[in-house]
């Protein structure tokens, strides 16, 4: 079955700099990629999805990148911002078909003012 | 609805009692799944409805897990003589319906968990 690796578990950037997401998975027939944003006490929400058909994805100050040779995808966030500190995932799963959706275990990020 | 509910927010019981949990999807949501995300740890996979079919169970630790749900509703979520590393947020998520249709963005609607503490 699917596995989705995610790196950093923990990352602390500098307000304004940049922070960048990496995770990797396993099943070669995934071709959806969704990344989510959990903050403190909250559910999770969607922020960005890519889909295997393109090799990068922008709205406003994130970004997301896929290759799908080396079977992995990461997510960039520009000009950081206290809004920014949560946990991120990301998730892999096979849009054509009716399929779970297996996350990564999550980036704690923190902005520091 | 106007989102994902679920019941009981917070639930404490003794070891080795049943539980269960309650999620009402979105009405039309097609999709239903189910996580468990234990203290400062990531999404783990439960089970995956389709209707009221689970195509995919993989992801229930034990056969003291069981889920079901009635059509395109509402779902239930049981755990039978409970543990303490059951202890977690049980989170449920709903989606339009099956990848790959064109109504589906494949976004999953998260509800706002139900805790779960034994004791």
């Known amino acids: 079955g699917e596995n989705v690796e995610q790196h950093p578990s923990t990352l602390s950037v500098q307000e304004g700099d940049s922070a960048v997401i990496k995770c990797t998975y396993s099943?070669?027939?995934?071709?959806?990629f969704p990344w989510y944003k959990q903050e403190l006490g909250k559910r999770p929400q969607l922020i960005i999805d890519?889909?295997?058909?393109?090799g990068e994805k922008k709205d406003q100050r994130i970004a997301v990148t896929l290759n799908k040779t080396a079977k992995h995808f990461s997510l960039h966030i520009t000009e950081t911002q206290p809004e920014d500190s949560a946990v991120y995932f990301c998730?892999?799963?096979?849009?054509?078909?009716?399929?779970?959706?297996?996350f990564g275990s999550g980036t704690r990020l923190s902005i520091r003012p | 609805g106007a989102g994902v509910s679920q019941s009981p927010s917070n639930k404490v019981t003794e070891k080795g009692k049943d539980v269960e949990l309650r999620c009402d999807p979105i009405?039309?949501?097609?999709?239903l799944y189910w996580y468990r995300q234990r203290l400062g740890q990531g999404l783990e996979f439960l089970i995956y409805?389709?209707?009221?079919?689970?195509?995919?169970k993989s992801g229930l630790p034990s056969d003291r897990f069981s889920a079901e749900r009635t059509g395109e509703s509402v779902s239930t979520l049981t755990i039978q003589r409970t543990q303490q590393e059951d202890s977690a947020v049980y989170l449920c998520?709903?989606?339009?319906?099956?990848?790959?249709?064109?109504?589906?963005?494949?976004?999953?609607?998260f509800g706002e968990g139900s805790r779960l503490t034994v004791l």
């Open positions: 009405s039309g949501h097609t999709a």
């Open positions: 890519i889909r295997s058909n393109v």
């Open positions: 998730a892999a799963s096979r849009y054509s078909s009716a399929s779970k959706i297996i």
């Open positions: 998520a709903s989606s339009l319906g099956r990848l790959g249709t064109v109504r589906n963005t494949g976004e999953l609607f």
């Open positions: 099943d070669s027939a995934s071709n959806y």
């Open positions: 409805f389709q209707g009221n079919s689970a195509p995919d």
